[in-house]
Nanobody, 116 residues
């Protein structure tokens, strides 16, 4: 089972951008799709974006047009480009398989805080 390490979070002002990275300890080429999740305080973890090795990406409505997910199977890495950030995007962000049967152990996540 791969181990997942998320990075790239931080404190950013509304309207700002961040790029998150998720490095896997092993191959992700067979994990389809890969996804980015987030969990805000007091809320359930939600899938915000997913990407298969080939085919269409998925975005939850609240991030459409602002977030872009990508993957580099050669580097075993998944990215989440987040633009036009809003305070409601504040959460801990995690990556993992986007379907239950392929879920790996959850990593530590990376904190994203959007505040002025």
């Amino acid at each position: 089972q791969v181990q997942l390490v998320e990075s790239g979070g931080g404190l950013v002002q509304p309207g700002g951008s961040l790029r998150l990275s998720c490095a896997a300890s092993g191959s992700i080429s067979s994990i389809n799709p890969m996804g980015w999740y987030r969990q805000a305080p007091g809320k359930k973890r939600e899938l915000v974006a997913s990407i298969p090795s080939g085919g269409a990406t998925y975005y939850v409505d609240s991030v459409k047009g602002r977030f872009t997910i990508s993957r580099d199977n050669a580097k075993n890495t998944v990215y989440l480009q987040m633009d036009s950030l809003k305070p409601e995007d504040t959460a801990v962000y995690y990556c993992n398989a986007a379907i239950p049967s392929q879920l790996a152990s959850w990593g530590q996540g990376t904190q994203v805080t959007v505040s002025s």
